[in-house]
DNA sequence: GTCTGACTTGTAAACGATTACAAGAACGAT
DNA sequence: ATCGTTCTTGTAATCGTTTACAAGTCAGAC
């Protein structure tokens, strides 16, 4: 027998279908007529079909998040946030993986459409018109967890990149540290594009010259190692002259990385050259992940306020489905520094 | 505005509703009318709602992965070889997040019946009666990445730990180790068991004995710091005794992990103690995930096969779907080595 | 010119819930 | 006894699709 419906309940308990709906959602009923449903529901283990009664209430309950890659430890602390703000108020969170090309975005905003869910917090990674237009028009309240411009009319909620990478910065220079290097991710997306010029910003108040400058691949523990040996130079550091020569350490002291997974990758590079970290050269990561922590050794990182954004994005998402009309929010979340033993 | 209804479609292009949908849906019209369709598509920016047409197809062309705890990297290996399959399949692919309670897990797969997706990949880490009866009778096919009985008569893909368990302790051997301690999650759940067993078994088959045994909280980087401080001892190799008297590395000189983020938690603890890794003491972890490579020093880490499992898992669930009958199968996938710097 | 068959399109009934509305029951006040 | 309230329960419409079935059109064969 296929899964019973409330018409079946309805049925075996000898009341109507909209009786056991009354049931099913607390209104009032007498007591006998409940224990009647009730015992119904349980003998033929009744579960109300969720897609039926969005269609009808046109709710799903169900709010989505959309990161760009699942192998971003930055979206773990945003996803625990997140998760954690939504299931309080009742919804369940499903989380999506868009990859990192805008098209994906778009198709992804506009299939929300469909009704998948009531509400959407997205991170995107690269942006552009057609993405404004798709958030704007979309039939749901979306929640933009990064930076969008504000004619895009539309909640967000940010890091202060420019702010962090000033706190980076100083405190290198804090640490005796003036021949700094900068490894960024692809400057054609959000987070590049801002701590580019966060990093030019921050270098030229402090009156300095970046000593290296590369554009790794994309903002993974792959292209950070490959940004490295671009940084590092192929050969220069190989066996014979292991880190050991003037020109190895000369060079830079100092090494600001776009995010962890990218920071972690430099260090690797820099331990394959006998470079020692932080002795030699001092690395600062960006996101303050749990990865961050856990590698070795423990990554200075600066706290994009990951945990933060998400919470407030989950908020801003739940303040708007509860009132659609009111003025859009630009939330900027402020960074702090987590200082461990890599600087 | 709201948002326009198939209804609404037709009406604007002077056709039945049925033709709309035939359209949409690629059956046989003629061009004229296919073209006013589109138009009128076009015009009103029309997007079908999913609840609506799952309600009356009876499917939602979503599939759910359920996890435990989205910070343990090993789910991203499995979540992205997941996600290739079905999504090559023409679904979507949502993921949510469990805890670690059996009851929560319980509540997801009871949820399923609601009809959110059409099917289930759950990874349980813990297993009662309770939750193979709700994986029995979920209306929607399951699979389970992981170790539940044959009785439980549902596909399921796992993990060979014992062979695993067998492959890093002949691996240390091989490097001259034979004070080999070993750090478990906890042995309620399925991993844990697993690997306790697999472990007592791979000693004993090279005759040796544990030097030491801990049991960590659970599976992450901090209960493998906690445990790491249990199996060395708080304060035995505090400043002063800094690993070089004999008592410090005559007691062990590898550590089996039951996962990477226990391992690397180890890892952070010796190098608390200066112990090196691998000179004095080798480290071995298992699922091969993305942190034992980004781990410092790399990882020496056993393959349990979680892409190749979240793989057969997602292909097991599509054939189910396809065919409810077939007889459950149980794919066992064999462990690989890989040999890093850690060993 | 009629009939057959193939093909196109429309009408209306589902899918499984919620809920507006109506009807009936119970009860106290007059 | 009658009336008006209030409370409980049932009937049926509705959400936005898909699809079985019916009806209509058209071409070709006789």
Redesign the interface.
């Given at each position: 027998m296929s899964?019973p419906t409330i018409a079946r309940v309805a049925r075996a308990a000898g009341v109507s279908v909209a009786s056991v709906s009354r049931v099913l959602n607390g209104l009032p009923a007498t007591e006998e007529m409940a224990e009647r449903v009730r015992r119904a529901v349980e003998e033929l283990?009744y579960?109300?079909?969720?897609?039926?009664r969005?269609?009808k209430v046109g709710r799903?309950f169900?709010l989505?998040l959309a990161v760009a890659d699942?192998?971003n430890?930055v979206y773990?602390t945003m996803?625990?946030a997140v998760?954690e703000v939504v299931s309080a108020a009742g919804y369940?969170?499903?989380?999506?993986?868009t990859g990192p090309d805008v098209v994906d975005e778009v198709a992804l905003v506009?299939?929300m459409?469909?009704?998948?869910a009531d509400g959407l917090v997205i991170s995107p990674l690269r942006v552009d018109d057609d993405l404004i237009k798709s958030i704007r028009?979309c039939?749901v309240p979306v929640v933009v967890a990064g930076n969008v411009p504000a004619r895009a009319g539309v909640d967000t909620v940010r890091a202060n990149s420019p702010k962090g990478m000033l706190l980076a910065v100083e405190h290198l220079l804090a640490k005796g540290r003036r021949r700094i290097a900068f490894v960024n991710g692809p400057v054609d997306t959000v987070p590049g594009s801002a701590r580019a010029k966060g990093f030019r910003e921050a270098m030229k108040a402090n009156e300095l010259q970046a000593v290296g400058e590369v554009e790794a691949a994309d903002f993974t523990?792959a292209a950070g190692r490959a940004a490295g040996k671009e940084l590092l130079g192929e050969s220069a550091y190989e066996a014979g002259s292991r880190g050991d020569g003037p020109a190895a350490t000369a060079r830079l002291d100092a090494v600001i990385c776009a995010n962890d997974?990218l920071a972690?990758?430099i260090?690797?590079e820099l331990?394959a050259r006998g470079l020692a970290v932080p002795a030699e050269v001092a690395v600062i990561g960006m996101d303050d992940s749990?990865?961050a922590?856990?590698?070795?050794?423990?990554l200075t990182s600066v706290n994009l306020g990951s945990a933060e954004r998400g919470r407030r994005a989950a908020e801003l998402l739940l303040a708007r489905i509860e009132d659609d009309s009111r003025p859009p929010r630009r939330i900027v979340v402020q960074p702090t520094l987590s200082v461990r033993s890599s600087t």
């Open positions: 899964r283990g579960v109300p079909d969720a897609r039926a969005s269609l799903t169900q989505t699942v192998g430890p773990v996803m625990r998760e369940r969170l499903v989380v999506t993986t506009r299939g459409a469909r009704g998948y028009e039939d523990f997974l972690v990758g260090m690797h331990g749990e990865l922590e856990q590698s070795f050794p423990p």
